[in-house]
């Protein structure tokens, strides 16, 4: 029995907020259990559900691409992370508007993705130089996922433009799902657990 109502006591004897707190927990475990099974259930049956299992509110995936989900700021980070900081390259390498590019810096800048640092030409005034945070860097695994994805669903060519290798013993890597056991899981067996219902 729960200690609520004393161990003597049946949930007769309890109280009528704590029964009621105890069916909305169950509720809301059944609703939990219930929404990821039927999930669990549409891929593997390929079962139409009318809306995802978790709304785009709640859903940190659906957050990031709000964020930075747009073109411009993922070629700029990918410029970024491959070692082009400086303005002037940033435009060049990307061909984007001026406008935007100062736009997308200073957004990235307040996200907390880039770093802004001035530097000193060898001629001319003091520039400014984008450098990768912590948090940009987090980025080079989902860089590599879809750089992977389309190696192998958009790139017909036989050799691929870049290889990813363990730079010890220079072995090709992939990324993958991995358990807590450090094995490789199968996509079949991956299952989302969702930590609460949907919100309406």
């Not at 200690?3 to 949930?11: A, I, K, R």
Request: hydrophobic residues 40%.
């Amino acid at each position: 029995m729960d200690d609520t109502c004393g161990e003597q006591n049946n949930l007769n004897d309890c109280g009528h907020s704590d029964i009621l707190g105890l069916f909305l927990v169950l509720n809301n475990c059944i609703l939990d259990m219930s929404l990821q099974l039927s999930y669990h259930m549409a891929m593997e049956q390929d079962v139409y559900l009318g809306r995802s299992p978790i709304s785009p509110r709640q859903c940190n995936l659906a957050k990031a691409l709000d964020l930075i989900g747009d073109r411009w700021s993922l070629l700029i980070l990918r410029s970024v992370l491959y070692g082009v900081w400086r303005f002037d390259d940033l435009q060049a390498e990307n061909d984007i508007p001026r406008s935007v590019l100062s736009a997308r810096l200073k957004l990235l800048c307040t996200q907390g993705f880039l770093e802004r640092r001035a530097y000193k030409p060898n001629k001319g005034r003091t520039r400014f130089e984008y450098l990768p945070t912590p948090k940009a860097t987090a980025f080079i695994l989902p860089f590599v996922a879809i750089t992977q994805w389309s190696d192998a669903w958009l790139d017909e060519s036989d050799e691929k433009p870049v290889t990813f290798v363990d730079a010890k013993v220079s072995s090709p890597i992939s990324v993958g799902f991995v358990g807590a056991d450090g094995q490789a899981v199968p996509l079949g067996q991956v299952k989302p657990v969702f930590s609460k219902a949907p919100q309406p």
